[in-house]
C-alpha cells in the first residue's frame, strides 16, 4: 500500500522520459488501491489513513482518467467508518469529490456520488455536502442510472436527521419536486432510486413545516 500510495502521489512516479508510460504505471497503481480496499476494507483502511488520506484526496485533482475514477472508488472505500469519514472531510474529501462531479466522464461522477454518499452519514460531512445541495439535486435527474441512483442516495444520507439541510432543500427551488418525482410508480423510475428518494422524503417530513410542503407536491 506504501508504493501505490507514493506511486500515484508523485508528479514522476518513475524515471521515465515517456508520459503515457508513467500515466499507464498511475492508473494501474490507482486501480490497485481501490481493489485492495474493497477486499480487506476495514484493515487495509485503517493502514491508508495511517500513512494520511491527503495523498488520495489530491488524487482527484490528477489529469488521469483512470486515476480520477479510482481515486473515488479508494475514497469510498475507505470512508466506512465515523473516525475515517471525519478525517476525510477535514482533508477537502468532500470538495475534491464535488469536482470529480463536474466532470464530464458519467463513470467519473457515479464513483464520486457513491464516496460521497459514504462521507455523508457523518454530521460534520452533512452539513459540507449540503452546500453543493443545487447541483447534488440536478445529478437526481441524470439520465444515466448509476449517477441518478448514488446522486439520490447521497441526498438522503445527507438528509437524515440534519435540520439544516432540510431547510436547505426546501429553499431550493425545484428541490422538494425534485424528490417527489423519483418516488413515482416503480415502472417509470427505477427501484433503487425510488426506494433513496423515499429515504429522504421520511427525513424531510420530520418537521411539521416540511409536511405543508410535501402534501402540496404532486409527482
Known sequence: ??????????????????????????????????NLTSTYGEENAAQLHSLGVAPLVLMCGSGNLQVRRHAALVLGNVSQSDEHRAAIGLRGGVEALVYLCEKEDDVTRANALWALGNLAWHPMNQDRVGRFFSQLVALCESVWLPVRTNAMVCLANALFYNDKNRRRVE?????????????????????????????????????????????????
Not at 11 to 26: H, K, Y
Not at 190 to 205: D, W
Open 1 to 34: 500500500i506504501q508504493v501505490l500510495l507514493r506511486l500515484v502521489s508523485s508528479s514522476v512516479p518513475a524515471n521515465l522520459l515517456d508520459s503515457d508510460q508513467m500515466n499507464e504505471i498511475q492508473a494501474n497503481a490507482a486501480e490497485a488501491l481501490a
Open 171 to 219: 429553499n431550493l427551488k425545484g428541490g422538494v419536486a425534485t424528490i417527489v418525482r423519483q418516488c413515482a410508480t416503480a415502472r417509470d423510475v427505477p427501484q433503487p432510486v425510488q426506494e433513496a428518494a423515499l429515504r429522504a422524503l421520511v427525513s424531510l417530513s420530520y418537521t411539521d413545516r416540511m409536511v405543508l410542503v410535501l402534501g402540496r407536491e404532486e409527482p
